[in-house]
């Protein structure tokens, strides 16, 4: 779908990158820019830096960067229409539809509306006789009307084609219910609904549009549940059940769990910041989401042995995206749902007081798999822990650790101090033996995934990059730079990409920006520019610094080796030939 570049424009210079940012991090300023805990990586440094001037970011420490679009669509896992709707969203302005990919967009629409209209009519069933089971159901698991208007439960009444014939009533078309995953196509071509007699979970994004849906049987049939497919409205990898819910609570913890009854359960007991994977494993799509609104999880996983092994995986993917985990430890209930009937919202509130962090839970674990009255236990206990401990970077709390280790295996404090000071040089070991190798020449050092000639011509590129960046901070000098420096000078294809839509960019009037690039580059290239441009900053170029960057392109064009002109395309070869034609006359 195109959206008018006037309107992106628009919107950008309406939004304000601080108060994004501020939504999801702690901006703090830092002369004339801002600083602030990257969102999207575990620091313990703010290097993560805004620069109010040109309403652009770049983080030093992962490399992202970008504009208030590239942070929306980072932040929330959207695409860039998407991401643009959201920030209108936020700013009260309407996404005008051009030239639209008008069969996509009616599409996506329409699949909206089927949703809407089945999470109501699953909805309404409950108060019908036919749906008395489906309530009944819901009444057994102790659910409130409250609780079940809240979520919009509802109910699928057994039969093949209730909601199929509810829909096609209603002008939807055959092929729209299958892209919705309303109604699957049997193996003759015929019509069945996809969900029969099963309690129905709609899946809501946080603009309120039902996008999805998760039903579960009334008994032991199988499969106990079954989820919507991926759809042009949902990704499962990239949603979660009740985060909405969970974002407007407003606080910076969440709690994951399996399912939608535990996630149902738990905000029942006044604990509205739940979420839950829909009907999949924990990914990192999932986890980066969570980052944007939280810093820190407790796993409140079913204590079952599947159980604890997705939270040692969960444990893991959310560590990568920078949020601190807990584990939260039942003790006579399986899950949260069956810990709060059996013990009331009070002591679930404790348990979460008391859920343990990510040590405590990994030392329980091994304790659990050493039998420490023997010899050998106690030694491989003792080694496995020491490298626990050995990542553990704060003196004191290592110290806790060790005192307990000390007394449950009956040693001395020394003693198991050594074996982590052991553990700890190791790794300081591994670590310099993988920074000598990733700096053990230059090449190592220059490569670079989206511009893979910066390690073949490093002195070029680098010019390239500052010229881009100067340019970008003051446009007014692209006619002047462009008569001495054609795209053709540009020796890596990936910046003489990015002058050129500057260049474009210039002469169609559109405002120099890290806007210019989104509907052609995608985020890691956008990443790219917005490191530049950072880059550019620190170093404050002058017009003397350009006009040096401008000559070290001139001059290498000028010494071409034979290698480097077969090497060149048609239209650079007669651009050289005219210029060798030119200082002959």
């Known amino acids: 779908m195109s959206i008018p570049r006037s309107f992106v424009e628009q919107l950008l210079q309406q939004c304000d990158l601080e108060e994004l940012v501020g939504r999801y991090a702690l901006v703090k300023r830092a002369g004339r820019n801002l600083k602030c805990l990257c969102p999207f990586h575990r620091e313990k440094t703010p290097s993560f830096v805004i620069y109010p001037e040109n309403q652009s970011f770049y983080c030093f420490g992962c490399g992202v960067g970008g504009d208030a679009i590239s942070f929306v669509m980072k932040a929330e896992?959207?695409?860039?229409?998407?991401?643009?709707?959201?920030?209108?969203?936020?700013?009260?302005m309407t996404v005008p539809e051009e030239g639209q990919d008008d069969q996509a967009l009616r599409l996506r629409n329409r699949v909206l509306e089927i949703n809407r209209l089945a999470a109501r009519?699953?909805?309404?069933?409950?108060?019908?006789?036919?749906?008395?089971?489906?309530?009944?159901?819901?009444?057994?698991?102790?659910?409130?009307?409250?609780?079940?208007?809240?979520?919009?439960?509802?109910?699928?009444?057994?039969?093949?084609?209730?909601?199929?014939?509810y829909?096609?009533?209603?002008?939807?078309?055959?092929?729209?219910?299958?892209?919705?995953?309303?109604?699957?196509?049997?193996?003759?071509?015929?019509?069945?609904?996809?969900?029969?007699?099963?309690?129905?979970?709609?899946?809501?994004?946080?603009?309120?549009n039902v996008i999805a849906f998760g039903g579960r049987v009334l008994?032991?049939?199988?499969?106990?549940?079954?989820?919507?497919?991926?759809?042009?409205?949902?990704?499962?990898?990239?949603?979660l059940f009740a985060f909405g819910f969970a974002k407007a609570a407003g606080k910076r913890k969440l709690i994951l769990t399996e399912g939608y009854m535990d996630t149902i359960a738990v905000h029942a007991a006044g604990f509205e910041n739940a979420v839950a994977t829909c009907g999949t494993a924990l990914t990192a799509e999932q986890a980066r989401m969570m980052a944007g609104i939280a810093d820190e999880i407790i796993i409140a996983y079913d204590s079952d042995g599947p159980g604890q092994t997705a939270t040692r995986r969960a444990m893991n993917i959310l560590?990568?995206?920078?949020?601190?985990?807990?584990?939260?430890?039942?003790?006579?209930?399986?899950?949260?749902?069956?810990?709060?009937?059996k013990f009331g919202d009070a002591r679930f509130g404790v348990l979460l007081e008391q859920s343990e962090n990510v040590m405590d839970y990994q030392l329980e674990e091994l304790l659990r798999q050493y039998d420490i009255t023997t010899s050998n236990g106690k030694i491989e206990y003792l080694r496995r822990s020491a490298a626990l401990l050995a990542e553990v970077e704060r003196q004191d709390e290592r110290e806790i650790y060790l005192n307990r280790i000390a007394k449950q295996l009956?040693?001395?404090?020394?003693?198991?101090?050594?074996?982590?000071?052991?553990?700890?040089?190791?790794?300081?070991?591994?670590q310099q033996q993988q920074l000598f190798r990733k700096v053990a020449g230059s090449q190592a050092v220059n490569r670079d995934p989206v511009n893979p000639e910066k390690a073949r011509f490093p002195k070029q590129v680098r010019a390239e990059e500052e010229i881009i960046a100067y340019l970008m901070e003051f446009p007014a000098e692209i006619p002047k730079t462009e008569e001495k420096l054609p795209p053709e000078y540009f020796v890596s294809a990936f910046n003489r990409r990015v002058y050129q839509r500057l260049l474009e960019g210039y002469h169609q009037g559109e405002t120099i920006g890290l806007g210019l690039f989104h509907q052609t580059f995608d985020s890691e290239q956008c990443s790219s520019i917005a490191r530049?441009?950072?880059?550019?900053?620190?170093?404050?170029?002058?017009?003397e610094q350009l006009e040096g960057c401008i000559q070290t392109l001139r001059e290498y064009r000028d010494r071409l080796s034979g290698e480097d002109?077969?090497?060149?395309?048609?239209?650079?070869?007669?651009?050289?030939?005219?210029?060798?034609?030119?200082?002959?006359?």
């Open 77 to 92: 896992n959207l695409d860039y229409p998407d991401a643009i709707r959201f920030l209108a969203q936020m700013q009260g």
């Open 167 to 208: 829909l096609l009533n209603r002008g939807y078309t055959e092929q729209e219910l299958v892209a919705a995953d309303m109604v699957k196509r049997g193996k003759k071509g015929g019509l069945y609904d996809s969900f029969r007699n099963r309690v129905m979970f709609p899946i809501i994004d946080i603009r309120g």
């Open 219 to 239: 008994d032991d049939s199988k499969p106990k549940y079954l989820n919507t497919n991926d759809t042009v409205v949902y990704k499962k990898s990239r949603s």
């Open 121 to 165: 009519y699953f909805f309404d069933n409950l108060s019908k006789p036919e749906g008395r089971p489906g309530l009944e159901y819901l009444k057994s698991r102790q659910l409130r009307p409250g609780t079940i208007r809240h979520f919009g439960l509802g109910y699928a009444l057994p039969g093949w084609d209730n909601l199929k014939n």
């Open 319 to 341: 560590s990568q995206a920078g949020l601190t985990s807990r584990v939260l430890k039942m003790e006579g209930a399986k899950d949260p749902d069956e810990y709060i009937k």
């Open 565 to 585: 002109i077969r090497q060149l395309t048609a239209r650079q070869l007669e651009q050289l030939r005219r210029e060798k034609a030119q200082k002959r006359r």
């Open 410 to 430: 009956d040693l001395g404090v020394d003693t198991v101090r050594s074996s982590v000071e052991a553990a700890r040089n190791n790794r300081s070991r591994r």
């Open 532 to 543: 530049m441009m950072a880059q550019g900053k620190q170093l404050t170029l002058s017009q």
